[in-house]
């Protein structure tokens, strides 16, 4: 079992992943170069689509965790990581645990930021 939720999370992932892809290669053609709305197209979309079918899995419970596996982590998961970031922190707040939803917020906005940040400047010191 744990092989076929291998295989539906990279099949999903490869789908999500080719189609953020795409959207950045039509959003570039049409001026995305100059400011990246490709990238706020696919996290805005992503995170309402995640929010969306974690309302609808709530409901169905009789399907398959495969399902949701390959469609929330892996096509979503491969579209944008943003999106299951908001689903991680909106069930923090909806289980009104205000701390660790400032935690967790601020660990991937301003953490994730510093970090690729200090990456950067590796980067220049290294090459």
């Known amino acids: 079992m744990f092989i076929e939720k291998i295989l539906a999370?990279?099949?999903?992932?490869?789908?999500?992943?080719?189609?953020?892809y795409i959207i950045?290669?039509?959003?570039?053609?049409?001026?995305?170069?100059t400011f990246?709305?490709?990238t706020v197209l696919v996290n805005v979309v992503g995170s309402f689509t995640i929010g969306?079918?974690?309302m609808y899995f709530q409901s169905r419970l009789e399907l398959s965790p495969l399902i949701k596996l390959f469609i929330?982590?892996?096509?979503l998961g491969g579209f944008t990581t943003f999106s299951t970031f908001n689903m991680e922190l909106?069930?923090?707040i909806r289980a009104s645990q205000a701390g660790l939803a400032l935690l967790y917020?601020?660990?991937n906005i301003i953490g994730a930021f510093i970090c690729c940040w200090l990456g950067i400047v590796a980067g220049e010191l290294l090459w």
């Open 36 to 38: 990246p709305y490709g």
């Open 24 to 33: 950045t290669c039509i959003a570039n053609l049409h001026g995305g170069i």
């Open 105 to 107: 917020g601020g660990l």
């Open 72 to 75: 929330i982590t892996g096509i």
């Open 9 to 20: 999370v990279a099949v999903g992932g490869g789908i999500g992943a080719a189609l953020r």
């Open 90 to 92: 909106l069930t923090f």
């Open 52 to 54: 969306l079918l974690m």
